[in-house]
């Protein structure tokens, strides 16, 4: 089974401080994908990266940049938090070939 | 940007009965799959159904796609509580290109 862990459940930062929310997937994907889910407004797409060290403007890239320097591991950071980013943060991968996303628990992150 | 749209937004049912939940979406596409969310947790792939076909099974799941009216149906028969979760749909075009997806539907089995 495809695994896709995310280094935390549960974060709580302050505002300006460095956010670093890490992605890991065991299934060699190429694909690898940051969605940021809010109530009523559901997935958006942050950034993805389709190879290592690429990576590709989502929806809303603002305030968020990554880091994919192996293939399994795909980073979220948020250089300076802010109050407006508190939100659930949610991993994906996909092989280059597959269809389908597989996700990881979840982050769900509270900035103060 | 959101492609798909799910409707109702909510819905709420007795065990053992039928759930259907609705998407429409707006442009061309290859797949529409349909996801699963446990509150809190991650999303899980359902069933995944392909622009050439019009149904599609997978125990008590029933997918139907109309690439005429670009809109897509889940209907999931004889519920269960542990059914209660949210409901996305996604649609998939060509290549690696991301997944889009909608706003969900939240459903609510009672039991």
């Known amino acids: 089974d495809v695994k896709v862990t995310q280094s935390s459940r549960y974060l709580v930062k302050r505002t300006g401080e460095k956010v670093f929310l890490e992605c890991v997937q065991d299934?060699?994907?190429?694909?690898m994908f940051w969605y940021r889910q809010d109530p009523g407004l559901g997935l958006r797409l942050i950034y993805f990266?389709?190879?290592?060290?690429?990576?590709e403007k989502g929806d809303i890239p603002e305030g968020y940049s990554v880091s994919r320097e192996k293939k399994e591991r795909f980073s979220l950071i948020l250089e300076s938090a802010s109050t407006n980013q508190t939100s659930m943060y949610l991993c994906?991968?996909?092989?280059?070939?597959?269809?389908?996303?597989?996700f990881g628990p979840g982050t769900r992150l509270l900035v103060l | 940007s959101q492609q798909g749209e799910e409707d109702p937004q909510a819905l709420s049912i007795q065990e053992g009965e039928n759930a259907t939940m609705n998407c429409s979406y707006k442009t061309s596409i290859n797949n529409l799959q349909w996801y699963r969310q446990n509150s809190g947790r991650g999303l899980v792939h359902l069933i995944l159904?392909?622009?050439?076909?019009r149904e599609k099974h997978s125990g008590r799941l029933r997918v139907t796609l109309d690439t005429s009216k670009k809109s897509s149906s889940l209907l999931i028969t004889a519920s269960r509580a542990a059914d209660t979760a949210s409901y996305f749909c996604a649609t998939g075009t060509s290549g690696n290109t991301p997944l889009v997806f909608g706003k969900g539907t939240r459903l609510s089995v009672i039991a």
């Open positions: 994906a991968s996909m092989g280059q070939f597959q269809e389908t996303q597989y």
């Open positions: 299934m060699d994907h190429e694909n």
């Open positions: 159904i392909r622009s050439n076909e």
């Open positions: 990266s389709y190879d290592v060290k690429m990576k």
